[in-house]
């Protein structure tokens, strides 16, 4: 792995499309209004005679302030009472969904998600925590991975310490950027300082692991003023970092409006950005783990990658994916076997449904054998950079060169143009493809074709 990236502009010019982050495969683009309350709790029962262990995701979406970047499902309010109603649903949505579920399940991954978990009082935190409990089998040995999205401008050394005692052994922690003129361009001041304490109080607290998530291609930055940043962050020593691309789609996201467009950098600047935070993670020790993701050689996520174990689901990168997902709340997304679904989007909608004892599920997609085929094909390209087509064939009893034979040729193509090497048993991303494995990801999507690339950011 020591030699996980290299740098060839040529080809990251030629293949840097816009395209899906395979967080599941078919993407949610693909999910329609056929799919309802009854498919899930159909998917429930299954996985409760499967006794299969479970993966919770929660979304909490109240934010105080707007990021004009910023593209979620999200509420900004300064009203904190707002949450009381919406916790009022989450739990009785809780309460619906675990009983058609075996108490036996272990919880062996949660994960509270935003918006801004932390617009939450601890009070609230505590009794939302205790239904969790109450209705799912949760670890009480710390052996679970619980993790929490944090924003430190909305987070202090009791609020670590609360989230510590409830379970969490996890956090997430938004940053961006540290330039002042770039946090006023995005509407999100917050100082090196305030994040600095956060990390120091998760540290004196033994939370086991902190991920930082950066953003490059915003408003005002540079080359110059995004290295500062990156090496302001790599002093921190953070266990995993994400380095995300800023997609600039205004027409989908309002927030985004509010942007100056003539004030973001350049894609060649965005590529020198890129180049130069992949030259210096990796000069402080950091694995590049793919789409975004850098981990520390010690970490789950790169002894996973090491081990062929690494997994993808909506949560990311992930040890889990072995688990059923369940997403609860308002826009959370659910995949339970073959099933996928998501509540609905509008917080009116979603807590309506609720306040009648309906599960507020809109839209989803049950996978036919042709998406779990090219769904296995694209987990392994995306968490090895490698495919073993025997493996493929083993499990769904194919041929491998028969079943996509149409493929063929833009894989020799990719394999010409130095992306990946492919013989006649295995397809493995090499070096100079790694950063562009959507690419070749998306050469086994049959749904693309059909879809507005419009709606997905660049590769890179």
Not at 31 to 43: N, P, R, W, Y
Not at 169 to 193: C, F, H, K, T, Y
Not at 200 to 215: E, H, K, P, V
Not at 280 to 306: K, N, V
Request: glycine content about 6%.
């Amino acid at each position: 792995m020591l030699d996980a990236i290299r740098w060839d502009t040529d080809l990251i010019r030629r293949y840097d499309l816009a395209g899906p982050r395979y967080t599941s495969y078919p993407t949610a683009v693909q999910f329609d209004a056929t799919i309802g309350s009854f498919d899930l709790f159909h998917a429930l029962r299954e996985s409760r005679k499967a006794l299969r262990p479970l993966s919770l995701y929660v979304h909490v979406p109240f934010c105080a302030n707007i990021c004009y970047y910023c593209a979620c499902n999200k509420v900004i309010t300064k009203d904190r009472g707002r949450a009381h109603a919406y916790l009022q649903r989450l739990e009785q949505e809780i309460q619906l969904i675990a009983c058609h579920l075996d108490p036996t399940q272990k919880v062996e991954q949660l994960h509270f998600g935003g918006g801004t978990p932390t617009f939450l009082s601890h009070d609230e935190l505590r009794q939302l925590m205790a239904q969790l409990r109450k209705h799912f089998n949760l670890l009480d040995d710390d052996s679970g991975d619980y993790g929490i999205e944090i924003d430190p401008r909305e987070a202090d050394w009791s609020t670590m310490g609360l989230l510590r005692e409830l379970g969490f052994n996890r956090v997430s922690i938004g940053l961006q950027d540290l330039d002042p003129a770039v946090q006023r361009a995005v509407n999100r001041l917050q100082s090196l300082e305030e994040t600095r304490a956060v990390i120091d109080a998760a540290r004196t607290l033994q939370f086991r692991s902190i991920n930082i998530d950066l953003i490059y291609g915003l408003p005002r930055q540079t080359p110059d003023n995004f290295a500062r940043t990156v090496e302001e962050v790599i002093a921190l020593q953070p266990d995993r970092l994400s380095v995300f691309n800023y997609a600039h789609l205004p027409e989908r996201f309002m927030p985004q409006r509010r942007i100056n467009s003539n004030e973001l950098p350049t894609p060649a600047q965005k590529l020198e950005m890129l180049q130069r935070t992949i030259e210096q993670l990796t000069a402080a020790g950091y694995r590049y783990i793919g789409m975004d993701h850098f981990a520390l050689p010690d970490d789950e996520l790169a002894i996973a990658q090491e081990e062929s174990t690494l997994q993808r689901n909506f949560q990311g990168y992930t040890t889990h994916g072995h688990c059923d997902l369940i997403g609860l709340g308002v826009s959370a997304i659910s995949q339970i076997g073959d099933l996928y679904c998501q509540n609905s989007s509008d917080l009116n909608l979603y807590q309506n449904a609720l306040a009648t004892s309906q599960l507020a599920t809109s839209r989803g997609l049950l996978c036919n054998a042709d998406d779990r085929v090219r769904r296995a094909v694209i987990q392994q390209l995306i968490c090895r950079f490698s495919l073993e087509f025997a493996e493929i064939e083993q499990a769904f009893n194919i041929d491998f060169r028969g079943y996509f034979g149409e493929l063929w040729p833009q894989l020799q193509t990719m394999a010409k143009d130095g992306l990946i090497e492919l013989d006649n048993d295995r397809i493995t991303v090499l070096p100079a493809g790694r950063l562009l494995v959507r690419s070749v990801c998306m050469v086994f999507d049959r749904y693309l074709e059909q879809q507005n690339r419009e709606r997905f950011s660049k590769v890179i």
